[in-house]
Nanobody, 119 residues
Framework: QVQLVESGGGLVQTGGSLRLSCAAS????????VGWFRRPPGKAREFVGG????????NYVDSVKGRFTITRDDAKNTVYLQMNNLKLEDTAVYLC????????????WGQGTQVTVSS
């Protein structure tokens, strides 16, 4: 099991940028896919994007394609979510999660970090 801690959230105006970090402790991200999720106010949690265990592939939900980028630095046990051109609808608690590659369920979760986009 790996413990995850997100950081980097905050208040930003529309069109601005933020970079979120997801740091692993207790174990590493080795051989783990990592996903970013978000929970908008009053709505269900949704998948934002993910990066494969070997960093060979990433995928994103359509609403963030071209604006968000996920990268990983396994030497630092950290995965990043770069968010550009932020919109009001990006306001949410952002969480990262990890799973062993080849498995279906994310079973290690962080507590989340708040991102608020204002006009």
């Amino acid at each position: 099991q790996v413990q995850l801690v997100e950081s980097g959230g905050g208040l930003v105006q529309t069109g601005g940028s933020l970079r979120l970090s997801c740091a692993a402790s207790g174990s590493t991200f080795t051989r783990r896919d990592v996903g970013w999720f978000r929970r908008p106010p009053g709505k269900a949690r949704e998948f934002v994007g993910g990066v494969s265990w070997n960093a060979y592939s990433t995928n994103y939900v359509d609403s963030v394609k071209g604006r968000f980028t996920i990268t990983r630095d396994d030497a630092k046990n950290t995965v990043y979510l770069q968010m550009n051109n932020l919109k009001l609808e990006d306001t949410a608690v952002y969480l990262c999660a990890a799973k062993l590659f080849g498995t279906a369920m994310y079973n290690d979760w962080g507590q989340g970090t708040q991102v608020t986009v204002s006009s």
